[in-house]
């Protein structure tokens, strides 16, 4: 049986339309249901009067009259609402609403609510216009920082505020276009000429503004004034008549002076109108004028990172004031994937640097795009900036390794007064020595040197890349700024998470390394079950083709088997191939942790920290590495860091650190580590014994070893090891009163005097002898020994 619901095709099973889930309705249109079909609860009753077609049914107790208004529907209102469809009485039926008759259920806008803001006030005689409050938990956090910590938004600023008042470019500024020498400068006390020839090259140069406020450009958009001279010229405010008088940005391009020129400009240029990324300013057109040609772009207000800087340096009195580290970080963060967009469409932006990013509220914006060229492109004008660009540059021309370069420059001069960074240290990055911010901040300092490595392929490969060790090394230097915040868990995509639970950690529980699903090979991989390492090999050996996972793989399957020699050769093929796969560094230095080669370990785990420095994997490898090497100092350093940024590495780094301090005799210092570990951690009862052990060895008095027996009442342990504990510590009190006489205190129950303490210890002793019974002569033993003289 087909149903009959206009427009609808579906069959009638069980007396409900298989598609719209309407009841089946006779050819008279009775709404009456299907033969045999059960009648829903939520239809009228099984049995209804003939009607005829077009005559609404008579009412029925309890109904209104009223037929439902969704077209198609058989049924009628019920107490305002339609006893098959579910609709309102009268309902119009919305264009985002599902299907008619698709659901049978009854929204909760139905039920009664607690009445709400303007409902509560109805009578009172209280008149409130605004809400007066909110929880500011609700209020969106800035953009900038990932969620990690929070930055300032910029001020808004009105456009037409920032149009400068005298337009005129500083003679210290004014250089050739041609041959960059110093021109238009003063001379025996006459103010130097703002256009003219250059002396050296005899090109000509002008400084002067070509538009002035009131021109309209391109008939189209008019110029409000200056807003800043740039490498292409001035450039400038205007509004856009055509599109609601919005405020543009139009700037000047090159190669204008003769028709042919410019019209190769525009054409050179024309991709950039095709760039669309929040986070890039966004080009509106491209225009002649007067004979030259204009860039018409998306005006971006806010503040550059430059005048960020400046404004900082201003209220320090003068003083370069540069940003936090975390807040620097959190800036190029946003970045990133801007420039990663652009990468993607094959683009280069060569001219990074504060000046170009410009904060708006709370995000960022990518601005000046003249410089940017295609990554084929050998011929077009190459744009840079002293102390930003790469030094290959000038022989190779630009790559996405010279953004990245750039990108580097720019977070340290963001991050650090970078002094010479345009002279003596334009090629190369200085050392702890001449900021001594990269000394404090070890992982910020490994960062860089990759960023800005010498070497263009020594340098991170694609800017996504960068970004994730950054938002690494954001959330280990927000762990670092805010000691005592609750951690959290942060899985890596390169690196398994830790599982230690207890105070012992061997290169078998360190993190392991994931599996690379971009690899050729992982779809092959992944269809292979086998877990024993022996077996796996075999069928290792015939994989279709040695893809760096299938000889990691290999590699492992050796390790496990004891082949060191086997994981060795495997490696080596891989770094062969590719000498910057520092995944088979970190298999190599596990097989020179199973064979206590403690000094290759720590080679090769630091070799994989400098080419990671945002991952706390092999921080907490080097730090065990360094730990069983005896370099305590530097294994400590390791554990904080992992300590104080995840709560993943926490129990294994704490731990790391408590072995470090009891192993040179600083239990307090263990003691205090220990402490870190929190209550809902596995690894709590083992440590607060531990805390326990190092608390009653290091006490004393008998007032300190009251410490130790809070820690004991604060750990879950089975009665046998509380009952041990206890006896440790009554046993270390007797000794103490007798050595010092009684004290004033209770430990454990029982008066820090000689009898008292007796009789406790020779409960728990033959408590302990009850629990044990393979020892039991021992502890009965021990409890008569130190029982009280009695009568008995």
Known sequence: MKCTQPGCSGDIVDGY???????????????????????????GPATQPFVPTGVAPAPQRGQSANACARPGCPGRILDGWCDVCGSP???????????????????????????MGSARMSGSGTVLTRRS??????RASSRIGAGLLRVDPAPTQDPAEAVMANPVVPENKRYCPSCGSPVGRSRDGRPGRTSGFCPKCRNPFSFDPKLKAGDLV??????????????????????????????VVIKGLLNSGDADALAAAIAEQRFLAQVEHPSIVEIYNFVNHDGAGYIVMEYVGGRSLKQLLKDRMRENNGVYNPLPLPEAIAYILEILPAMQYLHDLGLLYCDFKPDNMIQVGDGLKLIDMGGVRRIDDDESAIYGTVGYQAPEVPRVGPSIASDIYTVGRTLLVLAAEFRGYQTSWKDSLPGPEQIPLLGQHDSFHRLLLKACAPTPADRFATADEMRTQLLGLLREEVGRSTPGTALTSAPSVLFTTPHVTGNTLSDRQLPMLREDPTDPQFAWLASIDET???????????APADSPEVLLDRARCCVDLGDFAGAEQQCSLLLDEDPWEWRAVWLQGVVAMRQDRWAEAQQCFNAVYGQVPGELAPKLALGLACELGDQPQLAESMYQICAATDASYLVPAAFGIARLRARADDLVGAAKALEAIPPTSRAHGEASQLRARHLLTMSNGVTELLAAEEAVAETQMDPTDRDSFMASILERALWMVRSSGPEKVTIGGFAAEEVALRDG????YRSLARQLPAERVDWVDKANAIRNWSMT
């Open 133 to 138: 409050g909110g929880s500011q938990r609700l």
């Open 89 to 115: 009485a009268a309902a119009t039926p919305s264009p985002l609403e599902s299907p008619v008759g698709s659901s049978r259920s009854q929204g909760s806008s139905r039920l009664q609510s607690t009445a």
């Open 218 to 247: 391109a008939n189209q958009y008019e110029v409000a004034g200056c807003l800043a001279h740039g490498g292409m010229g001035w450039i400038y405010l205007a509004r856009d008549k055509n599109v609601s008088d919005r405020w």
């Open 532 to 542: 024993d390492p022996r077996e796996r090999l075999a069928l290792l050996r015939a």
């Open 17 to 43: 339309c298989m598609i719209c889930g309407m009841p089946a309705v006779t050819t008279g249109g009775t709404g009456s249901t299907a033969p045999g079909a059960t009648p829903s609860p939520l239809d």
């Open 761 to 764: 210890l020779e409960q728990r």
